[in-house]
């Protein structure tokens, strides 16, 4: 098993371009999260995804958008990238029937916005 | 406002030494309780959980201590390692699904 895996691993924008970040998972989960890691400061949730087709807003939502088609992928999506957008972005999953919350992570993207 | 947050941001200690790494939590609601290391430039890896209505739960080196009377919990690492050294975070589930809230952080330095 892969787990959760994400691309690309780095990125370079200019400020109003757009750029998708892929994040996939092998573990059948059904619950899927983007967070977004800044320094010295823990994981905050933009998006996040109880099942195929389903998405709903996080913590810090706005200037990002995301689709969950098919169950193992989640894609984040950034229409016009702001500097303020620059950071290091995780993706994670859980199972739904788990007795456990636990959260698997991708390896993060780390984008910069110029 | 509610919240997860660390004591401390930086703990260092000596090799071999116990590390005790604390976090607070405000929301009483919170029933689940868990611990991750991050290593530099590597995403977020479990390292033991507990549920509210437990007060100690120990793995491999590591026993997590809960107390709900002072929403307090913490991470202790017996005979800390070089290999320890990363940042430690905390998240509670406040009854909301999956979805974890996650603490600040704190970084563990182990001096050989």
């Known amino acids: 098993n892969a787990g959760v895996t994400q691309t690309p691993k780095f990125r370079v924008l200019k400020t109003g371009q757009s750029m998708t970040l892929l994040c996939a998972q092998d573990m059948n989960h059904e619950y899927m999260y983007w967070y977004r890691q800044d320094p010295g400061m823990g994981l905050r949730l933009i998006h996040y995804?109880?099942?195929?087709?389903?998405?709903a807003k996080g913590e810090v939502p706005d200037g990002y958008n995301v689709s969950r088609l098919k169950k193992q992928n989640f894609l984040l999506g950034l229409e016009s990238a702001a500097p303020s957008q620059t950071s290091v972005y995780f993706c994670?999953?859980?199972?739904?029937?788990?007795?456990?919350?636990?959260?698997?992570f991708g390896p993060g993207t780390r984008l910069t916005v110029t | 406002g509610e919240s997860v947050g660390l004591h401390l941001p930086t703990l260092s200690v000596q090799e071999g030494d116990n590390s005790i790494i604390n976090c607070a939590y405000s929301n009483s609601a919170s029933d689940y309780f868990i611990w991750y290391k991050q290593e530099s430039g590597k995403g977020p890896q479990f390292i033991i959980d507990?549920?509210?209505?437990?007060d100690k739960r120990q793995g491999q080196r590591v026993t997590v201590l809960l107390n709900k009377t002072v929403k307090h919990l913490s991470l202790q690492i017996a005979a800390t390692q070089p290999g320890d050294s990363a940042v430690y975070f905390c998240?509670?589930?406040?009854?909301?699904?999956?979805?974890?809230?996650f603490g600040q952080g704190t970084e563990l330095s182990v001096k050989p």
């Open positions: 994670a999953s859980s199972s739904r029937t788990s007795s456990s919350y636990e959260q698997y």
């Open positions: 998240a509670e589930n406040r009854n909301q699904g999956g979805k974890l809230i």
């Open positions: 507990i549920r509210s209505n437990m």
């Open positions: 995804s109880v099942g195929e087709g389903t998405t």
